[in-house]
């Protein structure tokens, strides 16, 4: 079987804005903005909570949660949580971290959990001899005491029906494995069409607690 060479797309904000001229698709990508400090306040008094990440970059490096916790601020990296008192404070902990680098804010989603631990699901679709081919739907669920699932973070890999059964429920496996499934179909056919020889896509989604899937994000050099 032949793969196709996959062309490459990194900026997360580039691909974001593509999906987001569907509206069947936008329904299903969390509201985001590019960093700074006004469109942080904003999104931090909409949402009370948001993630801040690499606009290029990969494998849950760099990506930071953001909280607004009545007049203080909650900033957790890695395993790590710290308060801070004033805004200009968080400002200045979050630009020390990002070192000039691009980055974009994404209203953060409460995602449903198995023991307390988050779960995402990873949905590899590859081009093979021209058609479009699933090659992997997991589950990916994080470490303890870590919010991102990355496996390369120490996150624990499972089916997504084991996932979502342990998650959600049994009678939600098959809906939200086609929900998903028709996600991919339609943000790849955009993709394709805005930037052909695309042919190696990784989508990573969230079901929140309330059984909405969201698109946290689309690589085009999933791992």
């Not at 779960?119 to 081009?127: A, L, N, P």
């Amino acid at each position: 079987m032949e793969v196709t060479i996959s062309r490459q797309l990194a900026s997360k904000w580039l691909k974001t804005n593509t999906l987001l001229s569907n509206p069947y698709i936008a329904r299903h990508i969390p509201p985001s903005r590019l960093f700074n400090a006004g469109n942080l306040r904003t999104m931090l008094s909409r949402y009370g909570m948001v993630v801040v990440k690499p606009v290029r970059g990969a494998g849950g490096i760099g990506v930071m949660k953001v909280e607004s916790i009545g007049r203080s601020y909650r900033l957790t990296h890695k395993s790590s949580k710290r308060t801070f008192s004033s805004f200009d404070g968080l400002m200045r902990a979050l630009n020390a971290s990002r070192r000039k680098r691009s980055y974009l804010i994404q209203k953060g989603i409460h995602l449903a959990t198995i023991g307390g631990r988050p779960i995402d699901y990873r949905v590899k679709y590859v081009k093979m001899n021209g058609t479009w081919t699933y090659r992997s739907m997991v589950g990916r669920l994080a470490r303890r005491g870590l919010f991102v699932t990355n496996l390369c973070r120490g996150g624990t890999q499972m089916t997504a029906a084991q996932g979502i059964r342990r998650s959600l429920s049994s009678r939600l496996v098959g809906p939200k494995k086609r929900q998903m499934r028709q996600l991919t179909n339609a943000s790849t056919a955009l993709l394709e069409s805005r930037y052909p020889g695309i042919g190696s896509l990784g989508y990573d989604y969230g079901i929140d607690r309330n059984g909405h899937i969201w698109m946290l994000e689309v690589n085009t050099r999933p791992q």
